[in-house]
């Protein structure tokens, strides 16, 4: 599943400050995770592939993992 997180403050994001909704932590916590692909954060406003949790990327990321060219196997 493909999906980008809101800026904090705007429509769809998470609170601006500090606050006890689920939904906003949740959404911080998902921001400051690192790319599996890059090691850079996921942060907000990004398309973030997010299937396995435990390895969400950059969408970007994972497509240019997707194209590059696969080694050859020997024979």
Known sequence: ???????PGTIGGPCHGG???DRCHDARALAAKRC???????????PIVDDDPARA???ACVRRVQAEPKPEAAA
């Open 36 to 46: 599996c692909v890059c090691g850079q954060f996921l942060g907000w406003e990004v």
């Open 57 to 59: 990327a950059h969408a």
């Open 1 to 7: 599943m493909t999906l980008t997180i809101p800026c």
């Open 19 to 21: 606050c006890e909704h």
